[in-house]
């Protein structure tokens, strides 16, 4: 199994506050991948990060809005920008490893 | 547009008792997961099933792909309270690099 770790594991923001999230995986891996958990629902891909591209952005999520890093193969960050009460939701970040996709813990942020 | 559709939503059973989970798809594709998330967790993978008649089972779970029908299954063996989780079908995306979800699957078992 893939070890991805995650930092903030929570965080309570303020609207208008923008907050990063980070993402390392044990092993160098091509793309990495960002969901999207919003409360008692299911996950939705927001993007695609693949190191030394642009991050491709899913329809609905925007990059102004969902800003991605992917400075290396074992680390992406995924920003929350001028963050709302509706972008309360767990955030995760995914790696294909052996024909599986793994999850880290997530981050789970609520904007007050 | 891709449609993973899960049924039951929610899904109480009873210690002891048998239940099935099924989950359609839109698409053609040949490969399915199912993941179990517990309250507050991450997302752990159950079961990769690659290809049509694919069987795959540990403990008390069990899953099968009909690829024809675009049909999968998780079959749940005397239930014990343990198995009380979310479940999630996905299939792959039409660009084949990431996950569909299915809205998941809330499981309670009761004694």
């Known amino acids: 199994s893939a070890v991805i770790s995650q930092k903030p594991s929570r965080d309570i923001c303020q609207r208008g506050t923008s907050l990063t999230i980070q993402c390392q995986v044990d092993s160098q891996v091509t793309m990495m991948f960002w969901y999207r958990q919003q409360p008692g629902q299911s996950l939705t891909l927001i993007a695609t990060a693949n190191q030394g591209s642009e991050a491709t952005y899913e329809s609905g999520f925007v990059i102004d809005k969902f800003p991605i890093s992917r400075p290396n193969l074992t680390f992406s960050t995924l920003t929350v920008s001028n963050m709302s009460p509706e972008d309360s939701s767990i955030y995760l970040c995914?790696?294909?490893?052996?024909?599986?996709?793994?999850f880290g813990e997530g981050s789970r942020l609520t904007v007050l | 547009e891709l449609k993973v559709e899960q049924n039951p939503l929610f899904l109480s059973m009873q210690e002891g008792k048998n239940y099935t989970i099924y989950c359609n798809y839109s698409t053609t594709s040949d490969r399915l997961y199912w993941y179990r998330q517990d309250p507050g967790k991450s997302l752990e993978s159950l079961f990769v099933?690659?290809?049509?008649?694919a069987v795959k089972q540990e403990g008390r779970l069990m899953a099968s792909l009909d690829t024809k029908a675009r049909l999968s299954t998780l079959h749940i063996t005397a239930a014990v309270h343990d198995l009380s989780a979310t479940y999630f079908c996905?299939?792959?995306?039409?660009?084949?690099?990431?996950?569909?979800f299915g809205k998941g699957t809330s499981l309670l078992v009761t004694p």
């Open positions: 995914s790696v294909w490893r052996a024909g599986e996709l793994f």
């Open positions: 996905a299939v792959d995306l039409p660009s084949g690099y990431a996950l569909n």
């Open positions: 099933l690659l290809s049509n008649g």
